[in-house]
């Protein structure tokens, strides 16, 4: 079994596992279909079995089915697990439809996800997002009353600019950092990677495959149910030239005896020592695999292979992550 190496978050957080298990994708988000609820509840467990404490839910993945779901997982072994949870999304019938910042929600919302995760404390609380809807200082400071009331114990933010990160982090130390990062969406290297190096903050990396662009697995056209649709990286001329690019991933990946899986989060994973990939997962079998992907070094040459292939902007169209 893979010995899953243990990482400060962040110059003065916690020790955690270098690699964290995103839940996401175990609950019905954005009409994604229900999954054998059984099945991920021992994806969860088997994690933890395996070294890997760091779960990452939100409070409105499935409307508070991801919480109860990871409550379930970690009843009577709370101690194994480090528990991450995301919120400010309002969602109805599936469908997002802003954000509420306001600390008397934010107070509202801790209570409901103790409840339904079953436990005192949520190691790692953060807004999924800032729109400048609530003054930050009124969202961040919220958080550490929170945290001076022992409901939270570190600060978290996702998916904000590196002026904004300087800001939240003035306001209360920001422990982790939780933003997209993969071969194909690599503009936070710019500004606000070094900024998180800078301040001592830990990055929690999803998206590592980059809705599975990096998979091998995607031909073109998709599937018209296919949610990617929704992206001009997936539309017409450039999905086929994006998975031009993704061939050179699949042929590195065949010469070294992996997965383009396992490819695409080893090299996130080979960016540093404080940037955990965050990989989704709802299966048991998929555990092996992508534990693996963390002991694959790459050599120089491949390095340059990809870093020369998979340069910023050689990705046409966006995601939601070019907002």
């Known amino acids: 079994m893979t010995n899953i190496t243990k990482i400060n978050l962040g110059q003065n957080g916690p020790l955690v596992s270098k690699l964290g298990l995103g839940c996401m994708r175990m609950s019905p988000v954005f009409g994604s279909p229900v999954r054998d609820e059984t099945e991920s509840i021992a994806t969860i467990q088997s994690a933890l079995d395996s070294g ?6 939100g409070d409105f993945y499935g409307a508070g089915h991801n919480e109860l779901l990871v409550g ?16 400010g999304a309002i969602f109805y019938n599936s469908q997002m439809l802003g954000l509420d910042l306001r600390p008397v929600a934010i107070k509202n919302f ?20 800032l729109d400048n809807s609530v003054p930050m200082e009124d969202v961040i400071g919220t958080v550490a009353d929170l945290i001076k009331e022992g409901k939270v ?42 900024v998180a190096k800078e301040l001592g903050i830990g990055v929690v990396a ?8 990096l998979s091998g697995d995607m031909k073109a056209p998709l599937e018209p149910d296919a949610y990617q649709n929704h992206f001009t990286r997936f539309q017409g001329e450039n999905l086929v030239k994006n998975l031009e690019k993704v061939e050179v991933l699949k042929q590195i990946a065949r ?39 963390m002991e694959i070094v790459f050599t120089p040459e491949e390095i340059n292979a990809l870093n020369t292939n998979f340069a910023p902007g050689a990705i046409l169209g966006g995601t939601y992550l070019q907002r």
């Not at 890997?52 to 839910?57: D, K, P």
């Not at 071969?183 to 990677?193: C, P, S, V, Y």
């Not at 695409?264 to 299966?283: E, K, T």
């Open 52 to 57: 890997i404490n760091f779960l990452n839910t």
């Open 255 to 293: 010469d070294k005896g992996i997965t383009p899986t396992q490819l695409a989060i080893a090299w996130v994973n080979a960016q540093g020592n404080h940037i955990m990939p965050l990989v989704s997962m709802s299966r048991r079998s998929r555990l092996p695999e992508n534990m693996r992907a």
């Open 153 to 194: 114990r570190y600060l978290g933010v996702s998916e904000i600019t590196a002026d904004q990160l300087r800001k939240a982090n003035d306001i209360h130390p920001v422990t982790a950092l939780e933003i997209g990062y993969s071969l194909a969406d690599r503009q936070i290297e710019n500004d606000l990677l070094p």
């Open 72 to 87: 379930k997982a970690i009843k009577g072994r709370r101690d194994d697990a480090f528990i991450s949870v995301k919120f």
């Open 206 to 213: 999803f998206a590592n495959t980059a809705e599975g662009l």
């Open 110 to 129: 801790i209570n409901y996800s103790l409840v339904r995760l079953g436990i005192d404390t949520i190691d790692l609380y953060q807004p999924c997002r």
